[in-house]
């Protein structure tokens, strides 16, 4: 066998190493050796085909024997005869060559070769755009016709790795059109997204090299879109307060391409949707205007993506009003003096019940659709002092089973009614103790005073008369004679002076 090596580079990127002009066939007779070559190792159905019968006997006869029908022009020089087809049209190409040596007693030999046929028909078959994950999918590629069929290896490569191979181990007749095919079972992932599939013909040349003959490729792109999105929000709402609604998309991919809009009563909701890190939750704000029910709708879809698929969640909420409850008492209560209790909330919106408990026990209660004031007459006694009453409210809504429940205390403040008049007793004790002591006061400066215009003692500046005897540091003042100290007045009055007139006289 002769060969001659060449490296080319195919379409897919790989190197092709093919043996050319050199599959021989050679038979080695007693004396004379005998070998059929082509030019090319397999020929496309249509092409052209050189088959060339060469011998070592020195004086041969070359018979080349063809399959009928097949234009060929031939030639023979010296110990070679050579075929040429212009046009292969026949799937089946045998060829015998027979050589008659003279030289060696006219012993006969053949050689006999079968040459592949190929076309370059092959097809992958249409296949789901968008494959969602952890899905299991199918990709079909039918080869090209090749005889004879078992030269045919069909391959499946993700990327440049083959993932599946198959080839025909069972002959089949040249008129057998069945083609082969390679169905490749896979689940898709996030990984397939963008990833690249390829088809790849080839044929084997039996010289431990193969000959890619065709190749087509796929570009496969995933999605996750298991779930219907679904509102987080099931709480009522409070009429003109700002609220987050949060709508929560699982395992979604790729979570840029989704798109999540809101809307209220059919109407979108003009304001930004953002979603946290994980891409699971979008979250928008929005104030509700209106009490009542209120349906709200989170709907998610790949809108920039091809694939045109929409999903949605919807609840009816309730958006209510429900001022707080107001409960009013007297500061002070007097035990036996009935006084009224109010209990009130003056605006709700949904069934109200509303109730003015003492402890547990329900002191008066009323219901009602909007606003609501209940009242209740109370009999004080010592034992409520410190007693607290509660005004409880209750908004029951229309899609909430638990209502709403809000609460507003007071503690009673019980007095008896002789309280006051202690009070007051109290005061009067207190205002005559002052005017006692005021009138003691007035008394005690009066009688100072008269002492010191008598002339017997000057408190402030104690100068004796030679005729006034001192009294001793323990004798009390009140022990002088009244008669003396009168008699003595008018004889100090012209030593004293008209000035002095106050029971304290200044000191110099």
């Known amino acids: 066998m002769i060969a001659v090596m060449v ?41 052209s085909l050189n088959v060339t019968c060469r011998t070592t006997c020195l004086n041969p006869t070359i018979d080349m024997e063809l399959k009928s029908g097949l234009n060929k022009y031939c030639h023979q020089v010296d110990n070679s005869n050579t075929c040429q087809f212009p046009v292969v049209e026949k799937w089946d190409l045998p060829i015998v ?19 592949t046929v190929y076309n370059r028909d092959l097809v992958i078959a249409p ?8 899905k299991t999918y199918q990709l079909h590629c039918t080869g090209p016709r090749v005889y004879p069929n078992n030269k045919l290896h069909l391959k499946w490569l993700r990327g440049n790795n083959v993932v599946k191979s198959v080839n025909s181990t069972v002959g089949k007749l040249p008129e057998d059109v069945t083609p082969l095919v390679n169905i490749l079972d896979l689940i898709a992932s996030k990984t397939d997204d963008g990833q690249v599939y390829t088809c790849l013909a ?4 039996d010289t431990n090299t193969t000959k890619e003959i065709n190749s087509s490729s796929v570009t496969l792109q995933t999605y996750s879109f298991p779930e219907p999105p679904r509102i987080l929000n099931r709480k009522p709402i409070v009429v003109n307060e700002e609220v987050t609604l949060e709508c929560e998309v699982h395992n979604v991919y790729p979570a840029e391409k989704l798109t999540v809009t809101w809307f209220h009563n059919d109407e979108e909701l003009k304001s930004d949707t953002k979603t946290s890190a994980s891409h699971d939750i979008w979250a928008t704000t929005w104030t509700p205007q209106v009490t009542g029910p209120t349906e709200l709708t989170c709907r998610a879809d790949f809108e920039d993506y091809p694939l045109n698929l929409t999903r949605s969640d919807n609840i009816s909420i309730d958006v209510y009003v429900f ?32 109730a003015l408990k003492n402890g547990n026990t329900i002191l008066a209660n009323d219901s009602s659709s909007t606003e609501l004031t209940i009242y209740h007459t109370l009999h004080p006694e010592m034992e409520l002092n410190g007693q607290q009453l509660t005004c409880e409210a209750e908004l029951t809504l229309q899609h909430h089973s638990e209502p709403i429940v809000k609460q507003q205390n007071t503690t009673l403040n019980v007095q008896r009614e002789e309280s006051t008049r202690d009070i007051i007793i109290i005061l009067i004790v207190v205002v005559l103790i002052i005017l006692v002591a005021i009138a003691i006061i007035i008394y005690i400066c009066w009688r100072i005073d008269r002492a010191r215009k008598s002339g017997k003692y000057n408190l402030l500046n104690p100068t004796p008369n030679k005729n006034q005897e001192i009294p001793r540091v323990n004798e009390p003042l009140n022990t002088i004679p009244l008669q003396e100290v009168i008699s003595n007045g008018n004889d100090n009055n012209s030593q004293t002076g008209p000035n002095n007139k106050s029971c304290i006289t200044p000191v110099s």
Do not use: W
Request: proline share 5%; charged share 20%; net charge negative.
């Open 323 to 354: 001022s707080e409850p107001e409960i009013h008492a007297p500061k002070t209560i007097i035990v036996g003096k009935p006084v009224n209790i109010t209990c009130s909330v003056f605006n709700a919106s949904g069934k109200l019940q509303l």
């Open 7 to 47: 490296s080319t580079l195919t379409s897919s990127g790989r190197y092709l190493h093919l043996v050319l002009f050199v599959f021989t066939l050679t038979t080695k007779g007693n004396g004379f050796d005998v070998e059929i070559n082509t030019d090319t190792p397999a020929v496309e159905i249509g092409a």
């Open 202 to 205: 080839e044929l084997d040349l």
């Open 97 to 115: 060559c027979i050589v008659t040596c003279k030289s060696e007693n006219n012993t006969q030999k053949e050689v006999k070769k079968e040459i």
């Open 127 to 134: 296949h789901p755009e968008l494959m969602e994950i952890n």
